[in-house]
Nanobody, 122 residues
Framework: HVQLVESGGGSVQTGGSLRLPCEASGGTVNDRCLGWFRQVLGKEREAVAATYPSGRTTYYVPAVQGRFTISQGNSKNIAYLEMNSLKPEDTAMYYC????????????????WGQGTQVTVS
C-alpha cells in the first residue's frame, strides 16, 4: 500500500507563502488522482484542490482559487501544494490523499491519506 507523508507546514504571517510536499512510498502520487484537504479542529474536513493523473486537469475550491497551486515533483512519488497570499482562514491541518478511481473531484473515493501537516497563519 502507498504511504503518504506531508511536510512543510508551519507558522506564517498573513500574505506569506508555504509549499507543502506530499511524498509517497510504496507507490506514486502523480499518476493517479491526488487531492489536498484541510481540517480545522472541531470542524469537518474540506477539500482544497484535486488533480487528475499527470496534472492534466486540476480543480480548486473558490476560497483558494488563484492562491494555491498543485504542482508535480521531478518524480512520480512527490507533489506539492503551493500556497500564496495566505490568510488567517487558511489555518488548518492539511492532508494529501490519493486514489485510483476515475473521478478525482469525489472526496469519498480517496483511500490513502497522509498524517497531515499544520499550517497556521496569523
Amino acid at each position: 500500500h502507498v504511504q503518504l507523508v506531508e511536510s512543510g507546514g508551519g507558522s506564517v504571517q498573513t500574505g506569506g507563502s508555504l509549499r507543502l510536499p506530499c511524498e509517497a512510498s510504496g507507490g506514486t502520487v502523480n499518476d493517479r488522482c491526488l487531492g489536498w484537504f484541510r481540517q480545522v479542529l472541531g470542524k469537518e474536513r474540506e477539500a482544497v484542490a484535486a488533480t487528475y493523473p499527470s496534472g492534466r486537469t486540476t480543480y480548486y475550491v473558490p476560497a483558494v482559487q488563484g492562491r494555491f497551486t498543485i504542482s508535480q515533483g521531478n518524480s512520480k512519488n512527490i507533489a506539492y501544494l503551493e500556497m500564496n497570499s495566505l490568510k488567517p482562514e487558511d489555518t488548518a491541518m492539511y492532508y494529501c490523499a490519493v486514489h485510483n478511481g476515475d473521478y478525482c473531484e469525489i472526496t469519498s473515493e480517496y483511500n490513502y491519506w497522509g498524517q497531515g501537516t499544520q499550517v497556521t497563519v496569523s
